[in-house]
């Protein structure tokens, strides 16, 4: 299946450390403790994002290799309380550095708690793909911790609010990594993105 075979590949501190921006990659962003590392994993069925956890890794970002031509990227998780100021600087240039510059980039996952959708820095996320013209797709993660009407009310909101607010910059979807709900859903919009 998709993106079986994931492996690390290296942790770049700086844009100019990152594999060579050739092919397809898709980057994970959202804010820590969202639910990206269990997402990331359960959609590969792999345990990748636990490497991006390693302390001296969590700063960076994270490229795990697809095949030749594809990667997932982690981005450094965003708004950690505990972490001081000047790191939290730092993320935000690189971030912005990466973001900004890197061709092969195709699309980003956004991973957002489903009951607190919609933070200022999801809506910097937002703003940011529909001023590049960058897909991205929203994965309202955790919907297990809310009954079915309740999530499936969240979603509704977030449908309606992403379309006033941005148009079509945005798709979204319930996920739960423990319940693997949404799995293919998320998959079939990496396999497009990805070219398979
Ligand atoms: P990250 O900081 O965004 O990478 O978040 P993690 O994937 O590490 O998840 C943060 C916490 O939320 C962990 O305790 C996870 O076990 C939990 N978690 C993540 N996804 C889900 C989910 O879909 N459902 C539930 N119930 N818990 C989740």
């Known amino acids: ?3 079986q075979q994931a492996s690390f590949v290296i942790s770049a501190a700086k844009v100019d450390q990152c594999p060579p921006d050739e092919g397809l990659e898709i980057a994970f962003a959202g804010r820590s403790n ?10 590969t069925h792999a345990n990748l994002a636990r490497t991006s956890k390693t302390p001296g890794r969590t700063q960076l970002l994270n490229f795990f290799r697809l095949d030749d031509q594809r990667r997932l990227v982690d981005l450094p998780g965003y708004g950690f309380a505990k972490v001081p100021i000047p790191l939290k600087q730092h993320w935000q240039r690189h971030l912005e550095a990466y973001l900004g510059s ?28 529909q001023a590049s013209e960058m897909p991205l797709h929203i994965l309202l993660t955790k919907a297990d911790k809310l009954a079915f009407g309740a999530a499936k009310n969240a979603l509704l909101k977030v449908q309606r609010e992403l379309h006033q607010q941005w148009g079509d910059t945005a798709s979204v979807q319930l996920f739960s990594a423990p319940k693997r709900q949404g799995i293919e859903e998320a998959q ?3 396999a497009t993105w990805l070219g398979l």
């Open 1 to 3: 299946g998709l993106c």
């Open 102 to 129: 890197r061709e092969s980039l195709a699309g980003v996952f956004l991973m957002m708690d489903v009951r607190h959708p919609l933070t200022d820095f999801d809506r910097m996320m937002l703003d940011w793909a």
């Open 34 to 43: 969202a639910g990206k590392s269990s997402a990331m994993n359960t959609l």
């Open 188 to 190: 079939a919009v990496m």
